[in-house]
């Protein structure tokens, strides 16, 4: 391997474990937002503005109490919260995982670095499109109705 691409493939390296740590960093803190916070209760800093603002409900209101009962394991409980929270958090479990092992267990002489970060983006970006397919509905048809209106 030549001098330029060794150091090409060592900054990609260190670049794509900055990003993992990044992200596993905000998806630990999502989840511990959810153990912290009861359900049942209605304590959760971080309410739904758009409801508040607008009066109708969107398809991400529960998700905070949905991913609360999950970390509780009350499956039932977070399905009432918000259908798609199961799918959401499952997404967001796997990334977790996949964040943390990839930091770990990718080694910088890893010589397909180039092909395994083009599949976690494009496997990534498959999964977030499909999980969060509601809400990016929900979005597109809110600024159509905004645009027509």
Avoid: W
């Amino acid at each position: 391997m030549k001098l330029k691409q060794k150091l090409n493939n060592s900054l990609l390296f260190s670049n794509y474990r900055i990003i993992n740590l990044i992200l596993a960093s905000i998806l630990f803190a999502i989840f511990s937002y959810s153990a912290i916070y009861s359900p049942n209760k209605i304590n959760h800093p971080i309410p739904s503005v758009f409801t508040q603002l607008t009066g109708e409900i969107s398809p991400s209101t529960g998700l905070s109490r949905s991913f609360s009962s999950l970390i509780r394991c009350d499956v039932k409980s977070a399905i009432n919260f918000n259908p798609i929270g199961l799918q959401i958090f499952i997404f967001f479990l796997i990334q977790l995982v996949f964040r943390i092992g990839s930091f770990f267990l990718i080694k910088e002489r890893f010589t397909l670095i180039k092909a395994y970060i083009l599949s976690d983006i494009t496997l990534s970006t498959i999964g977030f499109l499909l999980v969060f397919s509601p809400l990016i509905k929900f979005t597109f048809e809110l600024f159509k109705k905004f645009i027509v209106n």
